[in-house]
């Protein structure tokens, strides 16, 4: 007999510590966010939070 596997695998994405934060961004601003994440090869959600770090004087992971 075989026994069954009590654990079970997820699927999807694995959990983190982290909280979603929404907010509205208007033009021209956003545009200037998309421009500056595609100069730096990061997606725009990457580009939001390094510039956060900036504004914090937070060094980057």
């Known amino acids: ?4 596997n009590t654990r079970i695998k997820k ?6 510590e982290s ?3 929404r ?5 021209p601003l ?4 998309d421009e500056w994440a ?5 997606p725009r959600a990457e580009a939001v939070r390094r510039l956060i770090r900036l504004g914090l ?3 980057h992971e």
């Open 38 to 42: 595609e100069k730096e090869g990061i």
């Open 30 to 33: 956003l545009g200037e966010l």
């Open 23 to 27: 907010s509205r961004i208007q033009q």
């Open 57 to 59: 004087n937070m060094p």
């Open 1 to 4: 007999m075989s026994t069954l």
């Open 11 to 16: 699927r999807g994405r694995p959990s983190v």
């Open 19 to 21: 909280e979603e934060v």
